[in-house]
């Protein structure tokens, strides 16, 4: 069959007339796990041929190079190639009933690619068989029809061997040559296939061009801007590429072009509460800022209570209209205590807000408020801005999306999840729809929880459980009807977990779907990628990129680039290393 070879480093694309033409491969290329391979330019020119989708769907993310090929996923690799549609009009083995790749077997069969696994009477196919470099040999002469053995024997370890004469074929035709350079005088016929040789042979005998991705780019870590005092977040409203660095003693900052500015964006020192784990905590910019200018600060006040006020910008960008400040919502904070106020704020994608709040401080629960729906701490509230459905309350300006899942029954109504200790940052990734949420532990384990943003009502196990453990350590409890947490730590390493972001920027390709985090005693810089329910790819990136910190809190731009924000008063960036 005809194919285009295609230039290094490109992937077929369609254009608007319905033609391929070529497009760069990201750094990396399509696949995160065969980057250096001796094997990945035919395995990116058999992904550009749809002869692979990967191994790990849905995502398909990763080549699997070092897995061996099974007899059925060869079936699937030559329907792909040659483009089979004929399975015959019947079933043609006993053993494959089921298998994903029933269907492509079938039609391999019709086209007399193979004769199944037990001669004579080869009425089974052996899916889950490993194929090795003889069988392989085999398939690819019947697949391609190479009937010339050229000078016969080409190698030395091979005589005798049942597919002996197919191996000479192949080795004619150019597709293999061998199994030891430089040397090549072996073909190794009994050793299995692996699947990024697999796309070297195909490759081969596709007539396809190796295509070479341009080389990962590795990250490094740079300063960014420094001075910052006790900064907390961070962030910049969309179609703006300045960054709000937000201080916890009441202080907003602009850093633009990666120059921190004189002055403040606010002043709000007079008006918030100073104690370790009060101030103001939170920024988010309305979704619609670009026009009506509106961002909103969650702050714990003089009397050490939780706030959100809305102001709006003046008609300088670098400074606000104080003089707008309009209460949204005041929570009512325990007096005897100053700590797990939570108080991050960010917008959804649906436009509505979401409120972080701790479970009202001391330690251990003292009132059980994460797991009482009946008040506002230790909970996610989800609340519109747009709007008041309390006309005639002063502290509450604001509105109930009806879809709440405390709306018409038992429990506050702005509340959208509880059983939280102190989900001090959280973020939500709108690529894969999923909430992150980083909530600080008791004594003994810190969790991440991962669960998609639509779902209303979880409850988090706080106080019944630490992390995945019943609290208090050592009691029983019944955590049925609770999120698991996604990732956990004990205080053997940390003490205090610092939620961050998802990589969706531009820069690294290959990090595309990780989250990153840290641990604000620990200082090291963590990550993990969360994908069809389970957590791959956990690293410590000190080793490559060195403390971070006693970090603060995570940002994002408006490009998507990472920041990492510590106590020492520094912005720090991921970025190319040089």
Same mark, same amino acid.
């Given at each position: ?51 692979? $989708? ?22 699937? @690799? ?14 043609? @083995? ?60 080409? @190698? ?5 061997? !049942? ?21 090549? #005088? ?22 396809? &061009? ?15 801007? &420094? ?7 961070? &962030? ?23 120059? $921190?500015?004189?002055g403040a964006f606010l002043d709000i020192n007079d008006l918030v509460s100073g104690a370790n784990e009060q101030g103001l905590l939170g920024l988010a910019f309305h979704p619609n800022y670009a026009g009506n200018g509106l961002f909103y600060v969650s702050y714990t006040d003089t009397a050490g209570d939780s706030r959100i006020v809305e102001y709006q910008v003046s ?43 701790? #479970? ?14 009946? !008040? ?13 459905? @309390? ?39 709108? &690529? ?47 955590? !049925? ?79 998507? $680039? ?17």
């Open positions: 069959m005809t194919r285009l070879s295609l230039a290094l480093g490109a992937v077929l694309i369609a254009s608007s007339v319905g033609v391929a033409v070529a497009a760069p491969l990201p750094p990396g290329g399509t696949f995160t796990d065969d980057n250096g391979n001796v094997h990945e330019g035919f395995i990116e020119a058999i992904a550009a041929e749809g002869i692979t $989708r990967g191994c790990n769907p849905p995502l398909n993310d990763r080549y699997c190079p070092g897995s061996f090929v099974k007899r059925s996923q060869m079936a699937a @690799f030559l329907v792909r190639a040659l483009s089979l549609t004929d399975d015959g009009g019947k079933d043609w @083995f006993t053993d494959d009933d089921g298998s994903t790749f029933e269907a492509d077997i079938n039609k391999l069969a019709a086209a007399g690619i193979t004769a199944g696994c037990n001669p004579p009477t080869n009425d089974r196919f052996c899916p889950d068989g490993n194929v090795n470099r003889g069988q392989m040999a085999a398939f690819l002469v019947r697949a391609y029809k190479y009937t010339d053995p050229g000078k016969g024997d080409w @190698f030395t370890d091979d005589d005798g061997n !049942t597919f002996e004469g197919d191996i000479d074929r192949l080795a004619t035709a150019g597709i293999t040559l061998g199994c030891n350079p430089p040397t090549n #005088d072996r073909y190794c016929p009994e050793d299995l296939v692996r699947r990024d040789q697999m796309a070297s042979f195909l490759g081969r005998a596709e007539g396809l &061009t190796p295509m070479i991705p341009p080389p990962v780019v590795e990250p490094a870590i740079e300063t960014v801007a &420094t001075g910052f005092s006790r900064p907390v977040f961070a &962030t910049s409203p969309a179609g703006d590429d300045r960054l709000f660095v937000v201080e916890k003693g009441g202080y907003i900052r602009i850093v633009d072009n990666d120059v $921190r500015q004189p008609s300088d960008p670098s400074v606000a209209d104080e003089g707008t400040a309009r209460l949204i919502i005041e929570v009512d904070q325990p007096d005897d205590y100053t700590n797990h106020n939570g108080g991050m704020i960010l917008f959804a994608p649906d436009g509505n807000l979401l409120f972080g709040l701790g #479970d009202g401080g001391s330690g251990g629960d003292p009132w059980g408020n994460g797991q009482n729906t009946d !008040t506002l701490l230790g909970s996610m509230l989800r609340i519109g801005v747009d709007g008041d459905d @309390f006309p005639g309350d002063s502290n509450r300006n604001y509105t109930i999306p009806a879809d709440n899942p405390f709306v018409g029954t038992a429990g506050a109504d702005e509340i959208w999840a509880y059983g939280l200790r102190n989900p001090w940052r959280f973020s939500v990734d709108e &690529t894969a729809d999923l909430l992150y949420i980083g909530d600080v532990g008791q004594g003994r384990w810190e969790e991440i929880d991962v669960t998609p943003i639509d779902d209303g009502g979880l409850n988090y196990g706080w106080n019944e459980l630490e992390g995945n453990h019943c609290y208090p350590s050592g009691s029983s409890c019944d955590a !049925t009807g609770t999120v698991p947490a996604t990732v956990e730590y004990s205080h053997s390493y940390g003490c205090s977990v610092t939620g961050g972001y998802v990589y969706r920027g531009s820069e690294f390709a290959d990090l595309a779907g990780h989250y990153f985090y840290a641990d604000y005693c620990a200082g090291d810089l963590l990550s993990f990628k969360y994908e069809a329910g389970t957590v791959a790819a956990e690293r410590n990136w000190t080793s490559e990129l060195g403390k971070v910190g006693s970090v603060t809190s995570f940002a994002v731009d408006d490009a998507q $680039r990472l920041y990492i924000l510590n106590e020492a008063g520094r912005l720090l960036r991921l970025a190319p290393s040089s």
